[in-house]
């Protein structure tokens, strides 16, 4: 009688485990050095952001909205969640020493975000024909499966104080990584590190665009 309970009993064990078990994914953040031109020292910056992704809902076609705002954007739940910080991040990337200013500044970067998918630029997306087949392996208390996904396009442009274009450039972003959210885990993990893939990418680009466009100022 006990020894046909030590099988159940091991099954039982090992789900347990490897529902506390969860690999996380690792964001790992690119060492950027910032730009400080002296084209830029002690100058006017000014910014705007525009964001478009496809409309939002289970029951809609998706069709891409306009570029708008992002203040006046419809965004999804997801992509509220992770564009919270946007505007903390693009001010974080400017050079030290501009000075921000609400109207026309020296210069004025015009920033253009395009989601490919519903979610927005970056999220976190369920896989749950591989979440299904750990939980019938694990009784339920397996790890589910995710792919914390960055997918958009961003273009920066760099005006000069009569509106003329110093720079412009569009980057494409993609990048994917696999993630397990424990059984006793809440869904923020994926959102926070779905914001971490964003600022990333918003990082590299930023500081890419901003070393050309020094060089034109």
């Known amino acids: 009688m006990f020894k046909k309970t030590l099988p159940a009993m091991a099954v039982v064990a090992a789900s347990l485990f490897a529902g506390g078990c969860a690999t996380h994914a690792v ?14 020292q002690n100058k006017a910056f000014s910014y705007e952001v525009l964001y478009s992704q496809p409309k939002p809902g289970m029951f809609t076609g998706g069709e891409q909205l306009p570029l708008t ?3 006046d954007a419809e965004l999804s739940v997801a992509s509220a969640k992770v564009l919270g ?5 693009l001010r974080a990337n400017l050079p030290d020493s501009v000075k921000l200013v609400d109207e026309q500044g020296d210069f004025s970067l015009h920033v253009a975000i395009t989601a490919r998918d519903k979610k927005g630029p970056a999220f976190a997306d369920y896989d749950m024909a591989a979440s299904i087949g750990k939980s019938l392996l694990t009784m339920g208390l397996g790890a589910s499966e995710y792919t914390i996904i960055a997918d958009f396009d961003v273009e920066y442009s760099l005006l000069s104080e009569s509106n003329e274009v110093i720079h412009k450039n569009t980057f494409k972003v993609n990048e994917e990584l696999d993630h397990e959210k424990g059984q006793w885990e809440t869904n923020q993990v994926g959102d926070k590190l779905a914001e971490q893939l964003l600022e990333k990418h918003i990082n590299l680009t930023l500081q890419q665009f901003l070393k050309a466009a020094a060089t034109k100022a």
């Open 27 to 40: 964001v790992e953040q690119a060492v950027v050095q910032k730009v400080n031109s002296e084209k830029f």
């Open 85 to 89: 910080r946007l505007n903390e991040v």
């Open 69 to 71: 705002p992002i203040e």
